[in-house]
């Protein structure tokens, strides 16, 4: 039974490509990353092309931006000369994969021209004193951002998994927790 054959299978894969569009992810590449997710077996490009619908040169497109992210890696099945893909199944794995990837190509970029522009500013005088105050602080922030996400990353899954556990209740381990922050 293909797997897009199941209702409740299928129902995922189509919510997964709807929300991918929302996450800035193409339809048919989360689409195809579901299907690999829910597969019990390494598929190759033309079971995917099969079983989605999707154009070959869609799903090879696909494929390789999955495989840029790290959630889905090419395979060797005995016997077949073709390639075969399977997709990351430890959630924990897939998201900091995912978080990794997305911080590469958005905050670091963001980060980077943020410095550039704090830097112009700190040294022109003739800058507007808001757009100086505020692009400084965006930069402190983001980087202060970046930070705590390679700390957090550096955490053992044991740890992170108790840490989201524990939701808001981690507040209570630091002075002052559980008050409102200062907004600015």
Known sequence: MRIVDHPDAKAFILHWGEMGTQWGVNR????????????????????IVDQLGLARSNVSTGVRELQGYGIVRRVHVEGDRRDHFVAETDLWDMLMKIAAERKRREIDPTLRLLEELAGRLKDDPTSPAQVRERV???????????????????LPKPTLITLMKLGAKVARFIPGGGKEPPQG
């Open 28 to 47: 048919s590449v989360a689409q195809l990353h579901a299907l690999l997710y829910l597969s019990d077996r390494p598929l190759h490009a033309e079971e």
């Open 136 to 154: 400084t602080r965006m930069h402190e922030f983001i980087g202060t951002l970046g930070n705590w996400y390679e700390q957090v990353r550096k």
